[in-house]
């Protein structure tokens, strides 16, 4: 069994949409953090979160550390929100990543 | 500046050469990394530095190894490199060590393709 489960693994949406991505996680941890990799691109860390939710612009995460469950929520998605977006539960177990492509 | 910057970002070298990645962080961090990402995009962690200690190391072949002259510096080196070294390999450095804790900071990557 994967440690760390996102789902989708690949999205495609039209531009404006609410976009849900999930990770389920087995390990027990204080932090989770939500990462986005553009194409061809570094990669760099949204969100670090232990409870609750936070709010980035139009990025929001949540996580119930409870039932090891973490969401990240794009609202009025927009073309240049295409990239990866990867799930970490701590810095040694990732998940395997959502390929979000938004269309104009 | 670049918080955290590796060189170089491409490389591209024959079987059996030995290469090295640099990698340095302007953060004050303690803790630095080495994550590999493969062609699916799947990031695993290779190593970890706490303050020069060796603190993480995974099922890494011998021929790959770190070196910390200090506690800004992690570099990668790679011995008789095969084909299945190509991947992007990634820094990192977060504040203090903690499994979970503390936002982490990633280079912009290094390109190795072996041919």
């Known amino acids: 069994k994967n440690e760390v489960e996102q789902s989708p693994q690949n999205l495609t949406a039209q531009e404006g949409e609410f976009i849900t991505i999930n990770c389920s996680y087995s390990?027990?941890?204080?932090?989770l953090h939500w990462l986005q990799q553009h194409p061809g691109g570094g990669i760099v860390s949204l969100f670090m979160l232990s409870s609750g939710k936070k709010k980035h612009g139009r990025l929001i995460a949540t996580i119930n550390i409870q039932e090891k469950h973490s969401s990240l929520h794009i609202t009025a998605s927009h073309p240049r929100d295409s990239a990866v977006y990867i799930c970490?539960?701590?810095?040694?177990?990732f998940g395997k990543g959502t390929r979000l492509h938004i269309l104009p | 500046d670049t918080a955290v910057s590796q060189t170089p970002k491409y490389l591209v070298t024959q079987m059996g050469n030995d290469k090295s990645i640099k990698c340095e962080q302007n953060?004050?961090?303690?803790?630095m990394y080495w994550y590999k990402q493969d062609s699916k995009k799947f990031l695993k962690i290779m190593f970890s530095?706490?303050?020069?200690?060796?603190?993480i190391n995974e099922t890494v072949p011998n021929r790959f190894s770190p070196k910390s002259p200090d506690k800004a510096h992690l570099n990668l080196h790679i011995n008789s490199l095969e084909l299945g070294d190509s991947a992007v390999y990634f820094c990192a450095s977060s504040g203090r060590w903690a499994r979970s804790g503390n936002t982490i900071y990633f280079g912009e990557g290094s390109w190795l393709t072996v041919v």
């Open positions: 970490a539960p701590d810095k040694i177990i």
């Open positions: 953060l004050g961090h303690d803790t």
């Open positions: 390990v027990g941890i204080s932090a």
């Open positions: 530095y706490n303050n020069k200690e060796l603190i």
